[in-house]
């Protein structure tokens, strides 16, 4: 089959088109011939208000508290060719290449908005380095998301010229730029007046964490209902706090849905049956009966998250900003504050999820809440301590996880001479929001490590039927994670799970909507 093709317009690129563009080395992307004519028709406004003498920003003036800085006809070149090697100054480690290359992507979508006032040349250039499959070595520290993300942006507009470094497609080695462009058809790139800042002025790298969390996190949220459905079971819970009327007097969308899944992957279920008559529990504890209300919460702040990078994916981001009447405006579309809010909302919302998790898998382990389940979930309790460091190992993860929820985007620390007065961490909000989202996974694999193993421990009886589906993933197959007899090194089960999770091979979705 001929790979994937994403056709970039400037005002319809999706999340689907993002993940797909940056997991999928061999998905191909073009340029609509339309976005590129008007963009061309943008390009010769800019043009003439440079031959009329016009003062724009950051065209023929510095940058920064450099504005009133006026410069000569002879250095606009210059000024955009300094501008980015002044600019890298990233350090730390290089960003994952499925970030780098959806930032490219998204870099050469708003590019391509007829606002940005650039050449067509440059989104091009963008895209045909994109499809070449080298990607630019990008330091992940150094921006603080306010005129955009400077540094990394610059890092990459610099390999765009020919320099820098970047990952040869051909060894997987890093290598100067100017070795790979050759031999990858590539050809260095002259950025012309006003293209260097319209191309750093931006908020894609940012954005890139974004997309790519959002829909990691739906994903998570999914298993993790899954996980939770497999735990009630497993600790034989009454299924009454899911009853609809409930959800529906408090009827917050997120809630009604979460416990909608948590009915259908129940039904039918035989462990419900064998103690529905005869247990003197009225209601069970919070990590169970108000799985709902917590998990629905998470489910509304990820929408919110996944709101904003639907807006910020065709969103004209640099500056000044050329409009149809030919104005050129000076603003602040950079400003990374609703961004960086809103990785900061995920990484909340998601170190909540891990933290409701992790009680869980405290009530499966600890034989005084585990409604009659062994100490640790071994049969042999004493000369084995079964699933006892599983539960430390989720406890470390939310710990560290609700040290990274300390929200980033109010932070500020003003910079440029205190030009950029209030600065919103963008890209601190993004790092540690992808940490928590990858902790999150390996919480949600422990309980479902567990949560399988108390299901083994109530054999003959069996659970409903799609939290047996989920069961079944996990016991047989490829991969598959046998039950504990023995004590065994954890570790292997649980980064396996994480990983299978990360897949959607643990996302009950699927299994719902074979029901209809």
Not at 84 to 92: E, L, P, Q, T
Not at 423 to 432: D, E, I, L
Request: charged share 20%; aromatic share 4%; proline share 7%.
């Amino acid at each position: 089959m001929p790979p994937l093709t994403v056709t970039l317009d400037g005002a319809s690129l999706t999340l689907d088109d993002v993940a797909r563009v940056a997991r999928d080395p061999a998905s191909r992307v073009a340029i609509d011939p339309r976005a590129r004519d008007t963009l061309r028709k943008s390009r010769m406004r800019i043009e003439s208000a440079i031959h009329a003498g016009e003062i724009i920003y950051g065209v023929n003036t510095g940058f920064g508290k450099l504005a009133s800085v006026a410069i000569s006809p002879g250095d606009l070149d210059r000024l955009q060719e300094n501008l980015i090697r002044s600019h890298c100054a990233g350090v730390g480690d290089p960003l994952p290449a499925e970030v780098v290359r959806a930032v490219l992507l998204l870099r050469a979508n708003v590019l391509l908005r007829p606002t940005s006032g650039v050449r067509p040349a440059l989104p091009e250039a963008v895209v045909a380095l994109l499809n070449s499959g080298v990607v630019p070595v990008v330091p992940e520290q150094g921006s603080v998301g306010a005129s955009g993300d400077l540094a990394p942006l610059s890092h990459i507009a610099r390999v765009l010229m020919g320099e820098g470094e970047v990952v040869d497609p051909g060894t997987g080695r890093r290598v100067d730029a100017g070795t790979v462009f050759p031999k990858a058809g590539l050809v260095p790139y002259r950025f012309a007046p006003k293209e260097g800042l319209a191309f750093i002025n931006g908020t894609q790298v940012q954005a890139a964490f974004l997309a790519l969390a959002v829909q990691a996190a739906w994903g998570l949220w999914r298993s993790a209902l899954g996980a939770a459905a497999m735990s009630m079971e497993a600790l034989r819970a009454t299924p009454a706090s899911l009853d609809p009327r409930i959800h529906d007097a408090r009827p917050h969308p997120g809630q009604q849905r979460a416990a909608a899944v948590l009915r259908a992957l129940q039904e039918g279920s035989a462990i419900r049956e064998s103690h529905r008559y005869d247990d003197a529990r009225v209601q069970d504890a919070y990590s169970l009966r108000c799985a709902p209300q917590v998990l629905g919460a998470v489910a509304d702040a990820v929408r919110f998250a996944e709101q904003t990078a639907v807006v910020e994916l065709n969103a004209s981001t640099d500056n000044p900003l050329v409009f149809d009447n030919g104005d050129v405006v000076s603003g602040g579309n950079f400003h990374g504050q609703p961004v960086a809010q809103a990785l900061d909302v995920l990484g909340i919302a998601l170190t909540t999820l891990q933290g409701l998790s992790e009680r869980r898998i405290e009530r499966l382990v600890n034989p005084q809440l585990s409604q009659g389940l062994p100490a640790f979930l071994t049969k042999t309790a004493g000369v084995s301590s079964g699933y006892m460091m599983v539960q430390i190992t989720a406890a470390a993860l939310v710990a560290e996880s609700r040290t990274l929820a300390t929200p980033a985007s109010i932070q500020s620390i003003p910079t440029d001479a205190n030009q950029e007065d209030y600065v919103p961490m963008g890209m601190a909000a993004a790092y540690k929001t992808r940490r928590i989202l990858h902790n999150a996974r390996r919480v949600v694999a422990a309980e479902f490590l567990c949560a399988a193993q108390g299901l083994d421990l109530l054999l003959p009886l069996t659970p409903g039927k799609g939290v047996g589906e989920l069961y079944r993933r996990i016991r047989t197959g490829k991969g598959a994670i046998p039950p504990l007899d023995e004590d065994r090194a954890p570790t292997p089960d649980i980064e396996a799970l994480a990983a299978k999770i990360a897949q959607g091979g643990l996302d009950p979705g699927d299994y719902l909507l074979s029901m209809g």
